[in-house]
T-cell receptor, first 111, second 114 residues
Framework: SQQGEEDPQALSIQEGENATMNCSYKTSINNLQWYRQNSGRGLVHLILIRSNEREKHSGRLRVTLDTSKKSSSLLITASRAADTASYFCATDPDSWGKLQFGAGTQVVVTP | DAGVTQSPTHLIKTRGQQVTLRCSPKSGHDTVSWYQQALGQGPQFIFQYYEEEERQRGNFPDRFSGHQFPNYSSELNVNALLLGDSALYLC?????????????FGPGTRLTVL
């Protein structure tokens, strides 16, 4: 079974709008990571947030982590057509690199 | 600096056959992990290699085996292929001393079993 579950499954927005997706997980974690995947290709690492952090920024990305609720959110601000992709959260409960992924959120950004 | 590379890009096999997929890690990385991603799903962890040994394994049968070479490159072997083995196989590399930090993924090998 998968550790994380993203919500929503799919998201369609227009360029310039913000996109928010959520991830819930089941067990305690040391860190949580977000990845992007374009059209069934390899995954690109976006951001890692550790269990003792609550918020992290990277460019147009903002990630929050609430360990009490076992949830995280990814916000993409001022979205662009190039942001069209599937976004996955992944947890690594043991810090051994055995990443556990959710099923992903498919984001479509239309010009 | 080359990233993670995988070969081949695509592969078509028939049921019962055997397949070998290859991965070269990012320069300076010593740990290789393999994932299987079925269509519409997130990647599932198969196993991880470090110092030429299988260090961790996910919930995959023994038909899935691997190897890591002294230069840290790795192979994934799947025997007695089933239709359900059709998937994108992803290789990821990382640095062991960083524990569970960022993994860098290759472009994947798309395996189709007929």
């Amino acid at each position: 079974s998968q550790q994380g579950e993203e919500d929503p499954q799919a998201l369609s927005i227009q360029e310039g709008e913000n996109a928010t997706m959520n991830c819930s997980y089941k067990t305690s974690i040391n860190n949580l990571q977000w990845y992007r995947q374009n059209s069934g290709r390899g995954l690109v690492h976006l951001i890692l947030i550790r269990s003792n952090e609550r918020e992290k920024h990277s460019g147009r990305l903002r990630v929050t982590l609430d360990t009490s609720k076992k949830s995280s959110s990814l916000l993409i601000t001022a979205s662009r057509a190039a942001d069209t992709a599937s976004y996955f959260c992944a947890t690594d409960p043991d810090s051994w690199g055995k990443l556990q992924f959710g099923a992903g959120t498919q984001v479509v950004v239309t010009p | 600096d080359a990233g993670v590379t995988q070969s081949p890009t695509h592969l078509i096999k028939t049921r019962g056959q055997q397949v070998t997929l290859r991965c070269s890690p990012k320069s300076g990385h010593d740990t290789v992990s393999w994932y299987q991603q079925a269509l519409g799903q997130g990647p599932q962890f198969i196993f991880q290699y470090y110092e030429e040994e299988e260090r961790q394994r996910g919930n995959f049968p023994d038909r899935f085996s691997g190897h890591q070479f002294p230069n840290y490159s790795s192979e994934l072997n799947v025997n007695a292929l089933l239709l359900g083995d059709s998937a994108l196989y992803l290789c990821a590399s990382s640095v062991e001393r960083n524990g569970g930090d960022t993994q860098y993924f290759g472009p994947g090998t798309r395996l189709t079993v007929l």
